[in-house]
Every structure is written in C-alpha cells, then in structure tokens.
C-alpha cells in the first residue's frame, strides 16, 4: 500500500528534509584528505543532536551508524570506521536520513576529496545527479511511477560513454516511498522493467526518495561479510545521488533540498511547489 500524505505531514517531512540537508552541508565540508568516515559519522550524529532529530539509520536492521559512507568502488550501505581514512582524489556517497516527529527525510549525495579526480569521475557524478532531477521532474500528477524510471534510465543512456565503455545502472538497489518509515512501498527501479509493469499512478501526497546508482562498468553488485558494505562486482567505481520528494497539488517539492528543488527544477521548465516552511 502507498501511503498519502496531507499537507500537514508533507510539511513535518520537509522539517526532516531540511535537517538531512544540514547534515549533508556539514558532512561534505568535513570529506577532506586524512578523516576518517568515522569522523563524517560523529559530524552527523551533532547536526542530528543540535536540530531535536533521530536518525533513522542507526540501529535500522542492525545498522551500527548514523551515515552510511561509501568511498570508490563502494556502491551504498557502507559502514563508517576509523580505519577508512580519506585520500586525495578519493570519491565518496554519503547517504542519510533523520526523523522529526515520526517522519522521515532521507538523501545522499557523491562528494570529491581533495583535487585531481579523472575527468571520467566527475562526469560520473554529474550524470548520476542530473538523472535523479530528471526522474524527480517526472514526479508529475497522472504519470505513473515507470516514467520516473524511464526518466533516469533514458538521460543516462543519452550521455556520451565513459571511456571505460559504458555506464553500469545498479540493478539491485533503487528508490523507494518514504514517509512514516524509511523504506516503504513502492519499490522504484533505476531503469525501466517490463515485469515491474507502469507501477501506481502519480497523485498529490505521493513521497518517494529517488535515488539512482551509476557505476563506470557493471551494473552487478556483491555484499562484503559484514553483511552490508555493497560493491560493484568489477571493481569499477560509482556514484549515488538521492533526495526525498513529495508530490503536491502544486507540484514536486524536494524535501531534502535547501530550495525545495526550485533552482535546479526551474532549469527543467519545472515549477517547485512552494515550500509549507517559508
């Protein structure tokens, strides 16, 4: 079942997604050469601590952080430590969320560490990126949730190949609903499946948190023995993007944005609805 939500709720959510956007600020200034994503975790748990939030990914099937941070060839789900120190030319996905009140904000972003990344990397990024917003204009009222998907596969597979051949869109992780838990229903796949169908229609109260993961070589992924740590089969590293966003009588709003998404939705000829906060 896909939960709707009111505006009233809507609004509690867009609090939490401003509290994963501080946590973000905070945590990319932090991803310098010599810390550690033990370091990146420590600097979330005091953004969630000074805004009265939860985190909704400590303890969360086991989970034992509040960030999940994910350097180079790791996809999502990796676990902080004080082992993994950050290096220069280094590329990392911080993924997070936090809880006001029962609802929940959750998003991610791919950060440089350092200088010197190979031109194939940021384009990797900005790909990933640019394949979210173009699946989050696509959260429109009456289109289903497969052109979402259409969305983020058709302006990835547009883009000039990698010089390592071609882009990996992750088959087994994607997106998902979002509201009074953090992962609920429906399941929103990266790329379009004939087996998945056209998924429920779009309406005003619809959240999802849209998240595509692009890898420079397969699109295959394994998980490590700690049970969580998920890395491309070939080695090959990737980028994830995420933001939460609901569906508004007025349109998208990008919860887990500063600007609800108006600046980058307006380059896309895409009205943000207004923000319920400002």
Request: aromatic letters at 6%; charged letters at 25%; a negative charge.
């Amino acid at each position: 079942m896909v939960q709707i939500k009111t505006p009233e709720q809507i609004a509690k959510m867009r609090e939490a997604g401003l509290v994963v956007a501080a946590i973000h600020e905070a945590t990319r200034k932090a991803a310098v050469p010599g810390a550690t994503t033990k370091d990146l975790d420590e600097v979330a748990r005091k953004v969630l601590a000074d805004h009265g939030a939860k985190s909704n990914f400590l303890g969360y099937g086991g989970f034992p952080a509040t960030i999940c941070a994910s350097v180079n060839e790791v996809v999502v789900h990796g676990i902080p430590d004080d082992k993994t120190v950050l290096k220069d030319g280094d590329i990392i996905s911080i993924d997070c969320g936090a809880i006001i009140d029962g609802w929940h904000g959750d998003a991610a972003y791919t950060a440089f560490v350092g200088t010197g990344h190979a031109p194939e990397l940021l384009e990797l990024s900005r790909v990933t990126e640019e394949s979210m917003w173009a699946g989050i204009a696509a959260m429109r009222s009456g289109n289903r949730l497969v052109d979402i998907s259409r969305a983020i596969e058709t302006y990835i597979r547009r883009q000039p190949r990698p010089a390592t051949g071609k882009y990996g869109i992750i088959e087994d992780y994607g997106g998902h609903g979002i509201g009074t838990e953090m992962h609920m229903d429906p399941h929103l796949l990266n790329y379009v499946s004939r087996k998945r169908g056209r998924g429920p229609k779009l309406v005003p109260g619809f959240c999802l948190a849209i998240e595509p993961m692009v890898s420079l070589g397969t699109a295959r992924t394994e998980v490590l023995a700690d049970d969580w740590t998920v890395v491309t089969t070939d080695g090959t590293w990737s980028s994830h993007w995420e933001h939460s966003v609901a569906l508004t009588e007025e349109g998208p709003l990008v919860l887990t944005a500063r600007d609800g998404g108006r600046a980058k939705l307006a380059e896309l000829g895409v009205t943000a609805a207004p923000d319920p906060l400002a």
